[in-house]
């Protein structure tokens, strides 16, 4: 496949936070409202729930029914019973399976586990990447640019991986918690196409897409401020590198979406024919996550 490649590194330069070019971070982009009150679960990074926020219709997006967060490689064992009074009985991992090797969940006995990753790192991408950006030769022009595709590239290259992905969140009759490393990109798309399924506006999409700033704002500065103070042994990485990575940002949402504009001609034809979802299907999620 050859968008690979430019998968693969978004996943390599997101572990190269040791050292950077000096120079002052950048405020990112993050969301305006929060309907939900924060909920903390230690070592588990972006951990929350969707809920409390009106559609086009006027509905309400029932809470409790959708969580999402960051890998659950550091999970306690004791909030297994958090996540167990929650009601959550379904995982959905959307990693591929190197990530999972390295870091695999730590999840009660008896939750079900699936992994539907939309792609697999082949080869030694991350590995090469990670040394090209030591060295200096990718820039943060070069790093938006990747995202970008990665964005374009996760819904329209194995669109029947995204598809069992939302009907397997969908058509849960219990709590959905799905998840990637950071919580923020994969599981970004996959939040944002949920409710664009549901029916609310952009606006409300992007806020939620961008409290994953919100939420990971103390450990991505922690990181960016170690990378600048430890300049001097990598000095030729670039810290807009790590800011690209790090943040959300609207343009990468924008990216999926309009890429699903350019190869099927309309979200709702993606809905569809893509995600074979029917109108009077759709009607019946509404009436299922909204009140």
């Given at each position: 496949m050859k968008s690979l490649p430019k998968i693969s590194f978004f996943f390599a330069i997101s572990i190269c936070i040791f050292s950077c070019k000096t120079?002052?971070?950048?405020?990112p982009e993050v969301g305006k409202t929060t309907t939900l009150p924060e909920m903390n679960v230690e070592r588990v990074y972006n951990f929350r729930t969707i809920g409390n926020i009106k559609n086009t219709e006027g509905r309400t997006l029932k809470k409790g029914k959708l969580y999402r967060s960051?890998?659950?490689y550091r999970l306690k064992s004791r909030y297994f019973e958090t996540l167990e009074n929650l009601g959550i009985k379904d995982v959905i991992?959307?990693?591929?399976?190197?990530?999972?090797a390295q870091k695999p969940d730590h999840i009660p006995d008896g939750m079900a586990y699936k992994n539907e990753s939309a792609f697999e790192d082949e080869g030694d991408q991350l590995g090469q990447a990670r040394k090209l950006v030591l060295k200096g030769k990718i820039n943060s022009s070069d790093a938006e640019k990747k995202m970008l595709d990665f964005y374009r590239n996760y819904v329209t290259e194995h669109p029947e991986v995204i598809r069992k992905i939302i009907i397997g969140i969908l058509e849960s009759d219990t709590p959905v918690l799905y998840h990637c490393t950071a919580g923020k990109d994969r599981t970004g798309i996959i939040t944002a196409l949920i409710l664009t399924i549901l029916k609310f506006d952009k606006q409300t999409i992007y806020n939620d897409y961008l409290l994953s700033n919100n939420y990971r704002e103390?450990?991505?500065?922690?990181?960016?401020?170690?990378a600048r103070n430890l300049h001097f042994i990598y000095p030729k990485l670039d810290?807009?590198?790590?800011?690209?990575?790090?943040?959300?940002?609207?343009?990468?949402?924008?990216?999926?979406?309009?890429?699903?504009?350019?190869k099927y001609g309309s979200i709702n034809r993606y809905i569809q024919e893509v995600l074979k979802i029917s109108n009077d299907k759709q009607e019946e999620y509404l009436h299922k996550f909204t009140y």
């Open positions: 120079q002052p971070l950048s405020a960051g890998h659950l991992d959307l990693r591929n399976s190197k990530e999972i103390k450990l991505v500065n922690k990181r960016l401020n170690l810290i807009g590198v790590l800011e690209k990575l790090s943040w959300v940002e609207t343009a990468y949402l924008d990216a999926a979406f309009n890429e699903i504009d350019k």
